[in-house]
């Protein structure tokens, strides 16, 4: 098999069982249990913590009573674990490339990369234009480190406090925070959420990436505009000081402008449209080999060794590319920003993939994915009802399910087909997942998005809700291109026709 051909497959392509002897409302008996186990894990027993682990048990329990459902409506063990195993192998390609995400950050991390561009990033703030400011800074550090919960609970909680220094309203400066941060977690491939679109839709990463572009570039501008409007009606007073952040920073890490080379390059990688995983394991040695040059200080205390030989320097590159690293920095704030799990740090997503498939696989199984699939597909059977249909899913599951993931994998694995038989690429389920699934979750209280973001930046959902603009503006924009049939992308690599 050539490396261009290591990519998730198409699920749209598989075949997906039809059962006769299943009606809607058995059909939909896994799927309600799955909600309602999922709601109570979130709300009541884990909170945040619930991604850690115990959801993932709720998606195989979700799967046993699928298959309950499943044996009173005659289907054998044998087709739910051929199912569920055509189910798993698919997403191959999504795992690998979240492995090579891992330890992309770690190298990316202990090089200076990543500092470089929060530092570079953070001499962006400017007193006249605060709020557009923030959503740039947290824009950058979130594509750099792939993470908005990360960019939230560093340099989110030092602006919110800035921006209230400055006479901003709490909220106000959350929302340009949280717009900023999820749009860098799109649009970022060390994104987990970034990867499991496209493997959900059966598309490919950096493609998916590209074609995000057409809907989420004008939403951020139009983001912008409206945090520039904002920011020029309110008078403001006193100073921005992050000087203090930007000398931490500087007496860790060796910055450099030289240190951007690295991802200049793997951006010219997949502009040449090389494969995902040679790109991202380019980025990653060359991660490395940058580290032993810009910082072998960190290298070498990475390793635990008291000098940097060949053998630390090997030591300490590996354990940045496999295992948690952190950089300890005199700012206290700063410290979980420079963090990486490394590809032990994705095994998290991965798990959680891979339950999700178990669940899925079954209810493929069983029939129930294409009952639910027909009965929502009656009622919107225009494309543009297809993409309607797609954000209420995943919008209703944001608020039912309390999990952005399951917000994208659940409509992902429904509507891959759907998608298909209307000749439409998978680009446009991935995008449509993301802008919708993704970005609307921190705007429910309950959602462990809502409540992290909330508890982190000491504002609540409520509050900052209707300034988080990118969020809440991104379904409508997706809505409005497939309204008007804006590069809606076709199977044969045309587009639709307005």
Same mark, same amino acid.
């Given at each position: 098999?050539?490396?261009?051909?290591?990519?998730?497959?198409?699920?749209?392509?598989?075949?997906?069982?039809?059962?006769?002897?299943?009606?809607?409302?058995?059909?939909?008996?896994?799927?309600?249990?799955?909600?309602?186990?999922?709601?109570?894990?979130?709300?009541?027993?884990?909170?945040?913590?619930?991604?850690?682990?115990?959801?993932?048990?709720?998606?195989?329990?979700?799967?046993?009573?699928?298959?309950?459902?499943?044996?009173? +409506?005659?289907?054998?063990?044998?087709?739910?674990?051929?199912?569920?195993?055509?189910?798993?192998?698919?997403?191959?390609?999504?795992?690998?490339?979240?492995?090579?995400?891992?330890?992309?950050?770690?190298?990316?991390?202990?090089?200076?990369?990543?500092?470089?561009?929060?530092?570079?990033?953070?001499?962006?703030?400017?007193?006249?234009?605060?709020?557009?400011?923030?959503?740039?800074?947290?824009?950058?550090?979130?594509?750099?480190?792939?993470?908005?919960?990360?960019?939230?609970?560093?340099?989110?909680?030092?602006?919110?406090?800035?921006?209230?220094?400055?006479?901003?309203?709490?909220?106000?400066?959350?929302?340009?925070?949280?717009?900023?941060?999820?749009?860098?977690?799109?649009?970022?491939?060390?994104?987990?959420?970034?990867?499991?679109?496209?493997?959900?839709?059966?598309?490919?990463?950096?493609?998916?990436?590209?074609?995000?572009?057409?809907?989420?570039?004008?939403?951020?501008?139009?983001?912008?505009?409206?945090?520039?409007?904002?920011?020029?009606?309110?008078?403001?007073?006193?100073?921005?000081?992050?000087?203090?952040?930007?000398?931490?920073?500087?007496?860790?890490?060796?910055?450099?402008?030289?240190?951007?080379?690295?991802?200049?390059?793997?951006?010219?990688?997949?502009?040449?449209?090389?494969?995902?995983?040679?790109?991202?394991?380019?980025?990653?040695?060359?991660?490395?080999?940058?580290?032993?040059?810009?910082?072998?200080?960190?290298?070498?205390?990475?390793?635990?060794?008291?000098?940097?030989?060949?053998?630390?320097?090997?030591?300490?590159?590996?354990?940045?590319?496999?295992?948690?690293?952190?950089?300890?920095?005199?700012?206290?704030?700063? +410290?979980?920003?420079?963090?990486?799990?490394?590809?032990?740090?994705?095994?998290?997503?991965?798990?959680?993939?891979?339950?999700?498939?178990?669940?899925?696989?079954?209810?493929?199984?069983?029939?129930?994915?294409?009952?639910?699939?027909?009965?929502?597909?009656?009622?919107?059977?225009?494309?543009?009802?297809?993409?309607?249909?797609?954000?209420?899913?995943?919008?209703?599951?944001?608020?039912?399910?309390?999990?952005?993931?399951?917000?994208?994998?659940?409509?992902?694995?429904?509507?891959?087909?759907?998608?298909?038989?209307?000749?439409?690429?998978?680009? +446009?389920?991935?995008?449509?997942?993301?802008?919708?699934?993704?970005?609307?979750?921190?705007?429910?209280?309950? +959602?462990?998005?809502?409540?992290?973001?909330?508890?982190?930046?000491?504002?609540?959902?409520?509050?900052?809700?209707?300034?988080?603009?990118?969020?809440?503006?991104?379904?409508?924009?997706?809505?409005?291109?497939?309204?008007?049939?804006?590069?809606?992308?076709?199977?044969?690599?045309?587009?639709?026709?307005?």
């Amino acid at each position: 098999m050539q490396s261009q051909d290591i990519k998730p497959r198409e699920p749209q392509d598989e075949h997906i069982v039809e059962n006769k002897e299943l009606n809607i409302w058995e059909a939909l008996i896994p799927v309600i249990a799955l909600v309602l186990m999922l709601f109570f894990n979130v709300k009541y027993a884990f909170g945040d913590d619930a991604l850690s682990g115990s959801n993932q048990f709720i998606l195989l329990l979700g799967a046993a009573v699928a298959a309950i459902v499943g044996f009173f +409506n005659k289907v054998s063990y044998k087709q739910m674990l051929d199912e569920v195993a055509e189910n798993v192998k698919s997403t191959t390609g999504a795992l690998l490339i979240l492995l090579f995400v891992g330890s992309l950050a770690g190298t990316w991390l202990i090089s200076g990369i990543i500092p470089s561009m929060i530092y570079y990033g953070l001499q962006l703030l400017s007193p006249e234009i605060f709020l557009p400011a923030c959503v740039i800074i947290c824009a950058i550090i979130s594509v750099a480190t792939g993470s908005s919960w990360t960019t939230s609970a560093t340099v989110g909680i030092a602006l919110v406090g800035i921006g209230s220094a400055l006479g901003f309203n709490p909220g106000m400066t959350a929302g340009a925070v949280i717009s900023g941060a999820y749009f860098g977690d799109k649009m970022s491939p060390l994104s987990d959420t970034t990867n499991l679109a496209p493997a959900m839709a059966g598309g490919e990463l950096f493609s998916h990436i590209k074609y995000m572009t057409y809907t989420t570039v004008p939403t951020i501008i139009l983001t912008l505009i409206i945090f520039i409007i904002l920011g020029l009606s309110i008078d403001v007073q006193g100073t921005t000081d992050t000087s203090a952040m930007l000398a931490s920073i500087k007496e860790s890490f060796t910055i450099s402008p030289w240190l951007f080379i690295v991802p200049v390059l793997v951006v010219v990688l997949i502009v040449k449209k090389t494969p995902p995983l040679v790109a991202l394991l380019a980025g990653t040695l060359l991660g490395g080999i940058f580290a032993l040059i810009f910082q072998p200080e960190i290298v070498k205390t990475i390793a635990g060794a008291d000098k940097l030989t060949f053998l630390s320097g090997y030591q300490g590159v590996m354990n940045a590319m496999t295992v948690d690293t952190a950089i300890e920095t005199s700012n206290a704030s700063l +410290n979980d920003l420079f963090s990486s799990g490394g590809m032990a740090g994705m095994l998290g997503t991965i798990w959680l993939i891979v339950c999700a498939m178990v669940f899925g696989g079954v209810m493929d199984a069983i029939g129930a994915l294409s009952k639910i699939s027909n009965a929502v597909l009656n009622l919107f059977d225009s494309i543009f009802g297809l993409f309607v249909s797609t954000v209420i899913s995943c919008v209703g599951l944001n608020a039912l399910a309390s999990d952005q993931y399951l917000a994208i994998v659940i409509p992902g694995r429904m509507y891959a087909k759907a998608f298909k038989d209307k000749n439409l690429a998978p680009e +446009n389920l991935s995008r449509t997942l993301e802008d919708s699934g993704t970005v609307t979750s921190v705007l429910v209280p309950w +959602n462990t998005c809502g409540a992290y973001q909330s508890g982190v930046l000491g504002v609540d959902t409520l509050s900052y809700a209707g300034y988080a603009f990118f969020n809440w503006i991104s379904p409508f924009t997706t809505l409005i291109f497939a309204g008007f049939r804006i590069k809606i992308k076709q199977l044969n690599g045309g587009y639709l026709p307005r």
